[in-house]
């Protein structure tokens, strides 16, 4: 450790010498995730779900993306080779974007040479509707040229963000340049228009710096890294133009109140804040910049402690698609919008490469599997925009939305989830996620072949084969779950009712494993050598719930979480309605996994009383019923009803008439 401190110093010093302080390219981040490409997902949970996406969803999204709306028209249009006017709205193209970048994962994790024919068609058009000067946005071409790079909101720098990120999977996925070179052009023309010296650029959906990150490690064009930097300097100092899209000149409402590594809280559009956090994190590990480290850290505890909802969704408030004041998370109004789940993994994961700990993760898991899931339907064809912890029945998931960035995110998520599960560095690797999947990494000289083998999130037993091609001294570092020792979540915003210690155990070869407790891990310092088994037992209790008393929406109510998962009441399971049963404080549960509910679900039972009123709304009933409960991200697959997630347990926040 102590090296690597010297070490960083010494490169610090000569590149400051050299005038390339900001750009200190000795990373910051404690390991490197093992990406998506080197590991193979044979889970029984997620790789259906991939596979759904690869072989539903995305023709969900090539049909509305294509036929079913004009934006694949709008690029042949720009082009000149069709005749006609720009259709829909002026972040459309990034929904091209985002498709394309979800087919290159896809495609990636198992080949389709349809998908690959398509992106190739896809890409054609998009080439051809590029301006010699490397422009490229459908919206301004076909309306009106001189009002390019005008105005700060019209998101010509968020599409532009996504066509990076599509061009930089594609690349990796195929090794295909073109969309690549359009890109680097793009870029380019960026590059040529702002930046130190140049015009003032204050992104107005953030986005573009993530993706100029990625572009700068696909390159190593350090200009890029430069200019994601500028961008976040931009912030905070009153230099956005423009804005006539919305109303909202409230500079809290697109992270513009301070500079960046000033933040202290969470403010505005909760899409715009992940991604700008995210970027700020992607541009420390190579800056090195602890301004931002702090900055993000600060910013995550408030997100955390004040204003995440339960299922790792955030953003409470449709007014703003964002953040409204601390604890206000209304269940039944709540946004939570699919896309700022996305988000929070994003952002989630880079700050669990920044910081080596393992609460990033657990935030991560909790947004993944419970906030981001719902956004896809179990047939894949149909999406959730928000997703509330309450409904009277008024919410139905749908197959596509006007403003349509929701379906090709939560696709891109899930068929990129090889990224989040393994990471390492050179002398040691990480699990983070229990999917059971292979990979492989090098430490040292040897190679060493992991497989992972679960049932999880059903079951907390996660076995990991190690197999080096040489016996070799590492450390495995797995991550324990915040929500296996006492935690549902880092902070104090939730908490377990009468959790009792569980055994949380590790063996390795059958026998105990001896290991060291560091940011969250159980760290296995071992001569591995082939055949030897790790096992991961972790406590699958339903465990219930309750909020800080500050979130007035969910006082006196308790939810269900079982593992990671976070469960919900939905009417159809319980005789028509969910919202009218009373949850005492001593209920007790079962679990039982239902193979042919739901695509096959862990359900979760206990006795309550459930309360009716007479027809005549003269006289209600309490009866006792069996109530089943199941995971959050399976609700509105069979229609349109009631669900709860909170459930009350005082008679006054039961709900009988709506
Ligand atoms: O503005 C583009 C996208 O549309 C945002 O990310 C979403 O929140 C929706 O407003
Ligand atoms: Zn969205």
Redesign the pocket.
């Known amino acids: 450790m102590k090296n690597k401190i010297y070490y960083r110093l010494i490169i610090s010093v000569i590149l400051l010498s050299s005038g390339h302080f900001s750009y200190a390219q000795v990373p910051l981040r404690q390991f490197e995730p093992i990406g998506f490409a080197q590991v193979q997902i044979d889970d029984s949970f997620w790789k259906p779900k991939i596979d759904k996406v690869a072989t539903v969803t995305l023709q969900a999204c090539i049909n509305y993306t294509e036929y079913k709306t004009p934006r694949i028209r709008n690029f042949e249009i720009a082009a000149g080779k069709r005749k006609g006017k720009f259709e829909g709205i002026f972040?459309d193209d990034?929904d091209v974007y985002k498709a394309l970048e979800a087919i290159s994962y896809s495609i990636k994790n198992h080949h389709d040479s349809l998908l690959e024919q398509k992106a190739d068609e896809w890409i054609d058009k998009i080439a051809a509707a590029q301006l010699k000067d490397g422009y490229i946005n459908t919206y301004f071409t076909l309306n009106g040229l001189d009002k390019r790079w005008t105005d700060m909101s019209m998101?010509e720098d968020?599409n532009g963000g996504h066509l990076i990120e599509a061009a930089v999977a594609y690349y990796n996925a195929t090794g295909k340049r073109k969309l690549l070179d359009v890109t680097i052009r793009f870029a380019d023309h960026f590059d040529s228009l702002f930046g130190p010296g140049k015009r003032h650029w204050v992104t107005g959906?953030e986005e573009l710096e993530l993706a100029l990150v990625k572009l700068y490690k696909t390159t190593n064009d350090s200009r890029y890294l430069k200019l994601a930097n500028w961008l976040l300097e931009e912030r905070g100092h009153g230099y956005a133009y423009g804005y006539t899209w919305t109303d909202w000149k409230d500079t809290a409402y697109a992270q513009d109140k301070t500079p960046v590594r000033d933040t202290k809280e969470i403010t505005g559009?909760?899409?715009?804040a992940m991604y700008l956090y995210t970027g700020a994190a992607d541009v420390a590990s190579f800056t090195n910049d602890d301004g931002y480290v702090n900055a993000m850290k600060t910013v995550w505890d408030d997100v955390v402690n004040r204003n995440m909802y339960l299922t790792g969704g955030i953003g409470s408030s449709g007014n703003n698609?964002g953040f409204s004041v601390d604890y206000d998370l209304p269940n039944e109004q709540a946004y939570c919008?699919t896309?700022?789940s996305v988000g929070m993994v994003l952002w989630n994961q880079r700050m669990n490469l920044l910081t080596g700990e393992s609460k990033y993760i657990d935030v991560l898991e909790r947004s993944l599997y419970n906030g981001a899931l719902d956004g896809l339907s179990l047939s894949g064809d149909h999406f959730f925009y928000g997703n509330p912890l309450a409904s009277t029945g008024k919410n139905a998931r749908r197959e596509w939305f006007g403003?349509a960035?929701c379906p090709a995110n939560i696709a891109r998520l899930v068929a990129s989830l090889g990224n989040y599960i393994y990471a390492k560095n050179d002398t040691a690797i990480w699990v983070n996620l229990f999917v059971g999947s292979k990979t492989s990494a090098k430490i040292g000289r040897s190679t060493i072949n992991v497989e992972q083998q679960t049932n999880y999130p059903w079951d907390g037993n996660i076995k990991i084969h190690m197999d080096p091609d040489k016996k070799t001294k590492f450390a495995l570092h797995v991550r324990i779950p915040g929500w296996a020792s006492g935690k549902p979540v880092p902070g104090d915003l939730y908490h377990f009712i009468n959790y009792s210690d569980k055994k949380i155990s590790l063996y390795i070869n059958g026998k105990e494993a001896p290991y060291t407790n560091d940011k969250g891990y159980a760290i296995i310092n071992h001569e591995w050598k082939k055949g030897d088994i790790v096992e991961l037992n972790l406590p699958m209790d339903v465990e219930k719930i309750a909020a800080k008393e500050t979130v007035t929406a969910d006082s006196g109510r308790i939810a269900l979480q079982r593992g990671p998962l976070v469960y919900c009441v939905e009417g159809v399971d319980n005789n028509g309605h969910a919202l009218n049963i009373l949850l005492p404080d001593n209920a007790t549960f079962t679990s039982s996994f239902e193979k042919d509910l739901l695509n096959g679900v862990t359900v979760i039972k206990t006795e309550a009383p459930v309360i009716t009123v007479s027809n005549d709304g003269l006289s209600v009933t309490t009866t006792n019923k069996t109530i089943t409960a199941i995971p959050y991200y399976a609700w509105c697959n069979r229609g349109s009803n009631d669900m709860e997630v909170w459930l009350p347990t005082k008679i006054k926040n039961v709900r009988l008439n709506y």
Not at 269 to 272: I, S
């Open positions: 972040y990034s998101h968020y959906h559009h909760a899409v715009r698609e919008e896309c700022a403003t960035c």
